[in-house]
């Protein structure tokens, strides 16, 4: 078939749907129109969508109809085909000369003007269309409705609801809109039970089978929704801003009380994730000059496409640190809930120097309104050492330097409750008690490794430097070179020369810790017996630093109880402090081992128990947690019995927020005070409250019975004088 035909053909097909569609379309509207006033939405969606696939069908077979036959038909009704339109679909082989000369004749008369084919729009039809399904819809929608008002349609309204007749749900919407930042469309569910997004707006429609007096939705906690009635349909309307357990109540009662939870998604934060570089603490190498930074931020549902990186220059060494800080805008790439940012720093533009150190920390922000979220990576270091620091000694032994890199963090505990404080009104009480807390714990854990210097006890914390034969003993004299060095306040083995003996490498797999000088040292140097390495300190050096440990005490239970003012003052002492520490010139390391005090043989083995204190530990006994739900947890053992349910409810009020699901413990509440006689809504309900009981503290186990032997030995023990 010549293409210009078969173009002219599909246009006529195409118009030819097009016509009964616009024309299906009113009548469709006005169908579901009367539906929705008749029996509600419900009808409504089934109605529209049956009218719509009945006319998509019926104009497909409409447009199916203009076939070959229908063309030659057309064709020929114009006297350029001359009656011929026939042969431009018969097969060549099957025309004589003559036929296929008539043929040649009217394929080039039609590809020179070709009749239109379409067929015409049924103008009239249309608008008639059109207005009466308008006028179908204003009277489905705007005829009066009110309780005198007689229906639409006889049959159609439910009847009232009596006790006899008590109303029963027939029919349930649940319109969910999320907020905005979100990014998530409108939700419509039949069922009542559901998770939502916080802060968003919740629309109920329900049908009664019979129509109520009043009807309302009833909270767990005891807030109250009415129901708004129009017509045959109950609405209300609100915003879930946290998790709940509601029923329906009506006058008369619904033949079915049963209960609905609605669970709150509150939006989380963003997080933040250095990928590059691969460590917090990055040693630099001789003549860098460039340092690439990568990050990724994930969100619940977006982040802001542009983040805030802090780059932090640290200059100086000691306590005498001067920071300069400075803050570039990043784009991120990649989809809003998982973006990545990188940026490549100029350390020349920057002002870094050999002995610097250049902190980095990234911020973002998610989209959520009205206020945005915002979460901080953890900060990555570069270290840009010195060539003192790269350029090893000869030396049998090492000086240490006063105060390692630990001892630089004082100053920076100082400058974060200051920045706190300012803070204050920006942020809620709970954030700045938490973030006061935190602080606290850094002034605990320096507190730790200044005490570890004067052999008191870790806590767990980090371990003291190396200290061993890798430095200096107390009798090996400092070189006077040393002292042109600028340490900026690195361990001394980053100075070190090599022994002239082999080292093993480390091979526990552990992966370096942010901060820690042996770390560092694993770059640099090697460390021996730090077990039995001990640290020399003149008496005035010691009672210095004693009375700084005693400010970083005092600051640190101020900061642990939310108190970053009070703790101020302990802290500039503290630091006072630190600084007389470092003006003694050295600290000298001894290689000396272990001293227990020495053992009387005289005593041994002879149950003489002089001058021994009494071990006895005094025991007290632990009053049990919740006394409310323990009582109630021993009533429910009994099925027959009726536990206060009103103080448990007034109890799981005052502790929901640190139970993991307090829902499903207030609807087994619920669900026995509606049922008061079943059996498994006691067990039920006595399970709940056996995962939300408090744990008691573990207590001092008590000491086994002795045999018959040790019981004499023990005798013999207390008798001996």
Not at 74 to 87: F, G, T, V, W, Y
Not at 153 to 161: D, I, L, R, S, V
Not at 225 to 239: F, S
Request: a neutral charge; aromatic letters at 6%; glycine letters at 6%.
């Amino acid at each position: 078939m010549n293409p210009i035909i078969q173009r002219g053909w599909q246009r006529a097909r195409r118009r030819q749907w097009w016509i009964t569609a616009v024309l299906a379309v009113p009548i469709a509207l006005a169908l579901s129109a009367v539906a929705w006033r008749i029996a509600g939405f419900d009808a409504f969606t089934v109605i529209l969508l049956l009218t719509l696939l009945v006319g998509v069908g019926l104009a497909t077979w409409r447009a199916r109809r203009l076939d070959r036959q229908w063309l030659v038909r057309r064709l020929d009704e114009h006297p350029i085909a001359q009656d011929s339109a026939d042969l431009l679909f018969a097969t060549p082989d099957m025309l004589n000369p003559l036929q296929r000369r008539q043929r040649a004749h009217v394929e080039a008369a039609l590809q020179s003007r070709l009749p239109e084919l379409r067929p015409r729009w049924p103008w009239r039809w249309v608008l008639a269309s059109a207005v009466m399904s308008v006028l179908a819809m204003a009277l489905a929608f705007g005829w009066p409705r009110g309780p005198s008002a007689a229906p639409l349609f006889p049959g159609a309204t439910a009847p009232p609801a009596t006790p006899a007749q008590p109303p029963q749900l027939r029919s349930t919407r649940l319109e969910i809109t999320a907020p905005a930042y979100t990014g998530q469309a409108v939700r419509v569910q039949n069922a009542l039970d559901g998770k939502v997004a916080q802060d968003s707006r919740l629309h109920w429609s329900l049908r009664f089978s019979a129509q109520p007096h009043t009807a309302a939705l009833q909270f767990h906690d005891g807030q109250r929704i009415a129901l708004q009635r129009e017509g045959d349909l109950w609405t209300a309307r609100w915003t879930a801003t946290r998790p709940v357990l509601y029923r329906v109540v009506t006058e008369p009662a619904l033949r079915d009380t049963r209960l609905y939870r609605l669970d709150v998604v509150p939006d989380r934060p963003p997080v933040v994730r250095v990928i590059a570089p691969d460590r917090s603490l990055v040693l630099g190498t001789p003549g860098q000059r460039q340092w690439p930074l990568q990050f990724e931020a994930t969100d619940d549902h977006g982040v802001v496409a542009t983040a805030q990186l802090k780059v932090t220059l640290a200059q100086g060494s000691g306590e005498n640190i001067t920071f300069r800080e400075q803050t570039f805008t990043l784009s991120g790439t990649g989809p809003a809930t998982q973006r990545r940012f990188a940026r490549t720093l100029d350390l020349g533009a920057l002002g870094a120097t050999e002995g610097n150190d250049v902190i980095a920390q990234l911020t973002v922000r998610d989209t959520h309104a009205p206020t945005a979220q915002s979460a901080q990576s953890s900060s990555v270091i570069l270290r840009l050492p010195s060539a003192a620091e790269i350029q090893g000694t000869d030396m049998e032994g090492m000086v240490k330097k006063t105060l390692p890199a630990y001892f630089r963090s004082q100053r920076q505990i100082i400058i974060d409750a200051e920045a706190l404080i300012k803070q204050r009104r920006q942020l809620p009480a709970e954030e700045f008690v938490k973030r006061a807390d935190a602080i606290g714990v850094d002034q605990r854990i320096l507190r730790l490794r200044y005490g570890q210097f004067l052999g008191e006890e870790s806590e767990g914390g980090a371990k003291p430097p190396p200290t061993s034969d890798s430095l200096p003993t107390s009798d090996t004299p400092a070189t006077p070179h040393d002292d042109d060095h600028d340490h900026h306040g690195e361990p001394a083995q980053a100075q070190a020369g090599h022994d002239d003996h082999d080292h093993g490498a480390q091979t526990d797999g552990t992966a370096p810790v942010f901060g820690s000088a042996t770390d560092v040292l694993s770059e640099y140097g090697h460390t021996h017996d730090h077990a039995e390495a001990a640290t020399l300190l003149d008496p005035k050096t010691r009672a210095t630093l004693k009375a700084a440990l005693d400010q970083m005490w005092s600051s640190e239970g101020e900061l642990r109880q939310g108190q970053p003012e009070r703790a101020l003052p302990y802290a500039y002492k503290a630091l006072g402090f630190i600084k007389e520490v470092q003006q003694a010139e050295r600290i000298y390391l001894a290689r000396v081992g272990p001293e227990l005090p020495p053992i009387d043989e005289g005593r041994r083995m002879t149950g003489d128990r002089a001058e021994l204190a009494s071990r006895a530990l005094p025991l007290r006994a632990l009053e049990a947690p919740d006394q409310a739900i323990v009582q109630v947890w021993q009533q429910l053992a009994d099925p027959g019995s009726a536990p206060d349910l009103d103080a448990l409810t007034q109890w799981l009020r005052r502790n929901e927020a640190r139970l993991p699901d307090p829902l499903s413990l207030a609807a087994a509440i619920e669900t026995l005070r509606i049922t008061p006689d079943c059996a498994d809504c006691h067990q039920a309900l006595r399970a709940q409250l056996w995962r939300a009981l408090l744990r008691p503290l573990p207590q001092v186990p008590r000491r086994n019975a002795p045999d018959a032997m040790g019981q004499r030995y023990l005798d013999a023990l207390e008798a001996t004088p």
